[in-house]
């Protein structure tokens, strides 16, 4: 099948949305709970590369990647023809019931890429959300433990046991109570908001961490040690040098395991393949989804094999986790990755970013941080002088980009962070235009 070539180019012909996003955006209000929100506006006509052209001919830059998924870019050719090949051949029959090799060969390419050369097994899932609720079955099996520790500012999903696991209140928990007992929230690392010497802001962290599971928890009840390594709805908060090690360590050093949530980090989006690679973090288990499978819904989770192999027969499973169709897609986005490079890619689009988003930065105070790895980079904004949030200059930031054809998606806490989080296929002049219409969104203030 011929390829459809998508123009790598910035095209706003119609306000923003348009007349034809406009009707269906009258027609999603009609028929589509109000519960679920809309970053940008426009209904989508096709995608690919570094951009998203709309239902109105307009042509937007991509800064979002779906929120880390297509990292491989929108309909990857690899992707398409490992779908297609996958549909024609069978497209369920659920795993559970009768296995098919895609699943299989999954598993391995987890084993093998995530952190650690130890033996791994994985098992397959349809969602963030579900691969971190197995992440604490199987954690909780194998310690015979029950609590859980996360972290202040995490996000890890919005099934009830993941809602409890979230730190933010609104908009992910607010009237969805009660939460599952035995989560317990302990002090982020965040070098810009701690209150302390930023210098010693991880050593000062694990002290109190150790000290709250010690007199509030007590190591011997602690199951698992659940972190993102790069916070992503949070704000993009990475920890300090340090800090991950110190938790893997004090996990480890307890009997509890070292649970990483790699779902927003992981498949080359920070300039590693996952997150913990930056300082060599072994987790016990990893979880994954996102940018896996090229846009098709997948999810993992891998661990030390011993700690995978503890649940029972049929403790685990689902009737479409690691669907034939996904699987496909994501052997033929994992082969995309590695061939083409894209975490060496991640890095120089980080890179580019860092030193254009520092330029910024150095020119406008109501940035009061840029922070990041690799292609995972995001501007934390302020009341210029202070360090308190400035929700208003974000929603300014992203409506003037958006009216210029640039998505951009926010994140964070207080609402006043946004994150850049482009596919990394995005041609170099496409992110470099986007982010100059980001100079002129700030100048605008
Ligand atoms: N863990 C670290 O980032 C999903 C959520 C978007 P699901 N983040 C995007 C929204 O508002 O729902 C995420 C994550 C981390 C888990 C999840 C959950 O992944 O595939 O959305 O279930």
Known sequence: MPRREIPQQRVVKTAIPGPKSQELIARRSDAVSAALGMAIPVFVKEAGGGVIVDVDGNSIIDMGAGIAVVNVGNSADLVIDRVVEQVHAFTHTCFMVAPYQGYVDVCEALNRLTPGKHKKKSALFNSGAEAVENAIKVARVFTKRSAVIVFEHGYHGRTNLTMGMTAKNMPYKEGFGPFAPEIYRMPMAYPFRWLGDPAECAAQALDLI?????????????????????????????????????????????????????????????????????????????????????????AGLTG????????????????????????????????TIERENLVERAREIGAIMVAELGAMAAKYPVIGEVRGRGAMQAIELVIPGTTEPNPAAMQAIVKYCQSKGVLLLTAGTYSNVIRFLPPLVMPEQLLREALSILDEALAAL
């Open 210 to 298: 150790s000290h709250k599971i010690e007199k509030e928890i007590g190591f011997q009840n602690v199951a698992a040690i659940v972190i993102e390594p790069i916070q992503g709805e949070g704000g993009f908060i990475v920890p300090p040098k340090g800090f991950l090690p110190g938790l893997a360590k004090l996990a480890k050093d307890n009997g509890a395991l070292f649970v990483a949530d790699e779902v927003q980090t992981g498949f080359a989006r920070t300039g590693e393949m996952f997150g913990c690679d930056d300082e060599g973090v072994i987790p016990d288990l990893i979880t994954t989804a996102k940018g896996i499978a090229g846009g098709l819904p997948l």
């Open 304 to 335: 030390r094999a011993e700690v995978m192999d503890s649940v029972h027969l049929s403790g685990l499973g689902g009737t479409f986790g690691g669907s034939p169709i996904s699987c496909a897609a994501a052997l033929g986005a994992i082969e």
